[in-house]
């Protein structure tokens, strides 16, 4: 099963990401987004990245989550590829990603601007979790 | 969504529900279509709960589906009636603009020093992830205090170039403290940088004037080359936007506000929140008057270099530099009386006509260009203001997107999109091939028929029509 799929948009980039758990939508809601700029198949993971995010309902959580991620990103220069979420009580969790440099790599999509609250859901579904994001770009 | 007809070009859904006010949409039955193609429309109404909102949440004609409000959407609220600001109204991309400048080149000699001209402005134009070409704490700092004006002061660029942008290149109100340590970290470093997407930096000629008049106010004569530039304030501003937006959420619920989309989230100007975020918005505005203005020096010095003169040879002074992604407050008539007004204008374009004040002497005559960038490989549009603007003075930002960004990938790839606009005798540099396609000129309305509507609408007036003869995109 792939761990995300693109829905369309007319301006920007939405995706559908689902998982087994909830940690794991969240996780693949994060390797949907840097996927869609580069190809995650060839970025090894050797650097590592830990945040903290909090949110009061499941869907400001996953922005929160998947913003802190990027900001980092483009701080640190890194094209993340990998991605662990453990949820925490009151709301919060406490992730880690790795990856690589991001300058040389080419782009396959343009670079995620922001996460969005646009249209956003978290939820159960027969067989798991699915978390449903718009991404300005 | 039940929007009827009401003029020619002038679309309109009365206010049901939680609606403040009427939706009211400008563009000819063709564009209209488009527009309900998507949800943009059911934006323009979710747009018109926001408290504070009068007259009516308005879409210009290249209107399409956004995130919160709908690109082309423009909201006033009254300030001193409990109007809110919105951060989504501004966008992620804070000061989002664009950037006119005439040089004292024709086509044939652009033509004959094409491949040193793009070669100079390939490797001089910072684009893509990367960093800008200019650094330094103290600049910085200065920026994002005074904008372009700080720029300036640091030797880059004249004087002159503070006349010709909106707010002379300055947003009033900045506060660098208002924003984040993380936006500064993200941000900072990438000032006087394109980015990507939808950002480039084009070489154009003028190739139809249709309002002579204006046209030699603003500097522009046929057969002239021009060079525009579209970008923002990068990381920076996005990262402003997201912090606001996070806080607002709980903020909204402080001031008993609720909205039917939570990106709409919003505060009253005139409270803590509200003041905060407008002081954060006009320091990333600051870094994107200046990022564009450090652009612009940087292609002045590529072609100068290319062709082996000066600066000040090739001429390339400012036409003039808009925003389309920004929150202001103005004073405008709200039926017989002034009002102080928020108005947001996300992917519209302030649109002030003859005799405003705020507009530079030697423009008050003819009205505040406006300008209208046109899909890659087509062309853009120079309009002038007008009086009786019926959207508190505002026209539309560009052709506006028709197709999404893997449609149009599907459609064709990103070396056949280059081996178009070559064709059509368009030079292409672009940062990454493969993003070509997205911006590909069949993924974007028709600009000729945007303009037209604007004219048609009272928006503003056609000036002069600008033909791409060279792109790097980011």
């Known amino acids: 099963m792939p761990r995300y799929r693109v829905f369309s948009h007319t301006a920007d980039v939405g995706i559908v990401a689902e998982g087994a758990t909830v940690e794991e939508a969240f996780e693949n809601a994060a390797f949907g987004m840097f996927d869609l700029v580069f190809d995650l198949s060839g970025v090894p993971a050797t650097e590592a990245v830990e945040v903290e995010a909090a949110g009061e309902t499941p869907g400001e959580l996953l922005v929160a989550w998947l913003s802190a991620l990027l900001a980092e990103a483009e701080i640190r220069g890194l094209a993340l590829c990998r991605f662990r979420v453990e949820m925490l009580p009151g709301g919060r969790l406490r992730g880690s990603a790795a990856g690589s440099a991001s300058a040389a790599r080419e782009l396959r999509g343009p670079p995620v601007k922001a996460v969005t609250y646009h249209d956003l859901a978290v939820g159960e579904v027969p067989g798991g979790w699915e978390a449903r994001v718009i991404f300005d770009v | 969504m039940d929007f009827q007809r009401t003029g020619e070009v002038t679309w309109e859904l009365a206010a049901e529900g939680g609606m403040r006010v009427p939706g009211r949409v400008f563009a000819s039955a063709s564009l209209f279509a488009k527009a309900e193609a998507d949800r943009a429309l059911q934006q323009v109404a979710n747009v018109a709960h926001l408290p504070g909102i009068v007259g009516a949440s308005f879409a210009m004609p290249d209107i399409h589906w956004g995130y919160g409000f709908p690109i082309g959407g423009v909201a006033a609220t009254d300030v001193a009636a409990g109007g809110v600001v919105s951060p989504g109204g501004v966008g992620f991309d804070i000061c989002c603009g664009v950037r006119l400048l005439a040089s004292a080149l024709t086509e044939e000699e652009f033509r004959r020093h094409r491949c040193e001209i793009m070669g100079e402005l390939d490797a001089r134009i910072p684009r893509g992830l990367g960093k800008g070409a200019v650094a330094g704490k103290r600049l910085l700092d200065d920026v994002l205090e005074r904008g372009a004006a700080a720029a300036v002061d640091a030797g880059f660029g004249g004087p002159a170039d503070l006349e010709r942008c909106e707010e002379r290149g300055t947003s009033a109100g900045a506060d660098p403290g208002a924003i984040s340590a993380r936006a500064l970290e993200r941000g900072g470093g990438q000032l006087g940088s394109l980015g990507a997407g939808n950002h480039f930096l084009e070489i154009q000629v003028v190739d139809r004037v249709v309002d002579p008049e204006a046209a030699a106010a603003f500097g522009l004569a046929p057969g002239m080359v021009t060079l525009m530039i579209h970008c923002g304030s990068r990381g920076l501003g ?57 652009l612009a020096h940087t292609a002045r010095e590529a072609v100068a270099a290319a062709l082996g003169t000066s600066v000040a040879k090739v001429g390339m002074g400012l036409v003039f530099d808009v925003a389309h992604n920004l929150a202001k407050v103005e004073e405008h008539l709200v039926g017989k009386h002034s009002r102080r007004l928020c108005v947001h204008r996300k992917g519209a374009t302030r649109a002030f006509g003859p005799g405003h004040p705020a507009l530079p002497p030697d423009l008050r005559p003819v009205g505040q260009p ?26 539309a930002h560009g052709a506006g997107r028709l197709m999404s960004r893997s449609t149009a990938k599907k459609t064709r790839d990103g070396r056949e999109v280059m081996r178009d606009l070559e064709a059509e005798g368009i030079a ?47």
């Open chain 2, 238 to 294: 996005h990262q402003v936007c997201t912090d606001y937006l996070a806080d607002m959420g709980r903020a909204m619920g402080r001031h008993g506000i609720s909205v039917p989309d939570r990106q709409l989230a919003c505060v009253p100007v005139r409270s803590k929140e509200g003041e905060g975020y407008l002081r954060a918005m006009a320091t990333a505005a600051n870094f994107a008057w200046a990022n564009r203005h450090l």
């Open chain 2, 370 to 395: 406006v300008l209208v960038p046109g899909s890659m490989g087509t062309a853009s549009w120079v309009l002038r203001g007008v009086a009786d603007n019926p959207a508190f003075a505002t026209a």
């Open chain 2, 428 to 474: 292409v540099r672009p940062g990454s091939v493969s993003l070509l396609a997205e911006e590909a000129p069949f993924a974007y309305k028709d600009v000729d028929e945007v303009v037209d509507v604007c004219a048609r609408a009272g928006l503003a007036a056609p000036v002069a029509r600008l033909r791409p003869i060279g792109v790097v995109k980011g």
